[in-house]
């Protein structure tokens, strides 16, 4: 089964800090592609980060990076600076194809992370 | 700016009730996603729509049904609502082409009583 794994259900930080949300996962594809979702609260999920799994270079937008490992199969998320409006629950996703050509996401339970002031 | 605008933000409804869930996106995306989100299970997926009157059964399916009559419309059917249908629903849509993020709706919370 294809699975992502978040192993840390719940995170703090200090703002201005750097904090690491890891993420694994399990595939049997060499093609896919991975997202970090970011879900405030009561707000609306937005997506923050994307990588293409035969892309080497690790993604990069503004204060949040990722640390792929294709070969551990370990997606991490790295926030810089961390500011209030970071707190939120952090999502891992890749998604998966169907024979049939749809494809669907697969998503890890969470890690709520929480910016201190 | 896109949107997926879900009908109710917050629902109460009794156990056994038909109950609907409607969901739409003004941004001509295929696919269309129906999850549930619970604490400490992360989103599960109920059904997801490729195209109008497309259907694929997530992985957890039971106890629910879809209707995608238009494109930008996707509604979950809750055929009996039970209390263990308490919880988080979100709608998201994407294009078809899978290095494209889902655009989720703000959620609806429903209670079973």
């Known amino acids: 089964a294809q699975t992502v794994t978040q192993s840390q259900p719940e995170m703090s930080v200090q703002e201005a800090e750097t904090v690491t949300l890891s993420c694994t996962y399990d595939t049997s594809e060499n093609n896919y592609y991975l997202f970090w979702y970011k879900q405030p609260p009561s707000r609306q999920m937005i997506l923050v980060i994307r990588q293409e799994a035969y892309k080497q270079q690790n993604a990069t937008e503004n204060r949040f990076s990722v640390n792929f490992q294709k070969a551990a199969k370990s997606f991490s998320l790295k926030i810089s600076d961390s500011q209030l409006g970071d707190t939120a629950m952090y999502f891992c996703?890749?998604?998966?194809?169907?024979?049939?050509?749809?494809?669907?996401?697969?998503f890890g339970t969470g890690t709520r992370l929480k910016v201190l002031a | 700016d896109v949107k997926v605008t879900q009908s109710s933000r917050y629902l109460v409804k009794r156990t056994g009730e038909k109950v609907f869930l409607e969901c739409v996106q003004d941004m001509d995306h295929e696919n269309m996603f129906w999850y549930r989100q619970d604490p400490g299970l992360g989103l599960r997926l109920i059904y997801f729509s490729y195209d109008v009157k497309m259907k694929e059964k997530g992985d957890i399916p039971e106890g629910y049904s879809v209707s995608r009559e238009k494109k930008e419309r996707f509604s979950l059917i809750l055929e009996s609502a039970s209390t263990n249908q308490t919880s988080m629903y979100l709608c998201?849509?994407?294009?078809?082409?899978?290095?494209?993020?889902?655009?989720f709706g703000d959620g609806t919370r429903l209670s079973i009583l």
């Open positions: 998201a849509s994407s294009p078809p082409n899978r290095n494209q993020p889902q655009h």
């Open positions: 996703a890749f998604t998966r194809g169907f024979t049939s050509g749809t494809y669907k996401y697969i």
